[in-house]
Nanobody, 126 residues
């Protein structure tokens, strides 16, 4: 059964960097479009970044030029490098996967993802 587990969350000061990892098991990550979403208290789950099977990427405007999504299919892992963190980046971050035959499809809508991790908390203080 496909499972996603996020690692790397924690507390950080504004301006520093964190890297989140999403380990995929029960499936081959190279067959999936992957994404990162986040949810702050009292808010909806928002798109952060997505990557296609062949490495195409897309970002939310709020994180563009600060965050980088990448994937290592040999390790069945997807990463989210977060630089220049801001207090408004505080949220629970979720990894998601969608099985797709397309190598170029980048999926940004949460309702198009079938598999989700349990989330990892990122807290940024000023």
């Amino acid at each position: 059964q496909m499972q996603l587990v996020e690692f790397g969350g924690g507390s950080a000061q504004a301006g520093v960097s964190l890297r989140l990892s999403c380990a995929v098991s029960g499936g081959t990550s190279s067959s999936y479009a992957m994404g990162w979403f986040r949810q702050a208290p009292g808010k909806e789950r928002d798109f952060v970044a997505a990557i296609s099977r062949n490495g195409g990427t897309r970002y939310a405007d709020s994180v563009k030029d600060r965050f980088t999504i990448s994937r290592d299919n040999a390790k069945n892992t997807v990463y989210l490098q977060m630089n220049s963190l801001k207090p408004e980046d505080t949220a629970v971050y979720y990894c998601a996967a969608r099985l797709t035959f397309s190598s170029v499809q980048v999926v940004i809508r949460p309702d198009e993802y079938l598999y989700w991790g349990q989330g990892t908390q990122v807290t940024v203080s000023s």
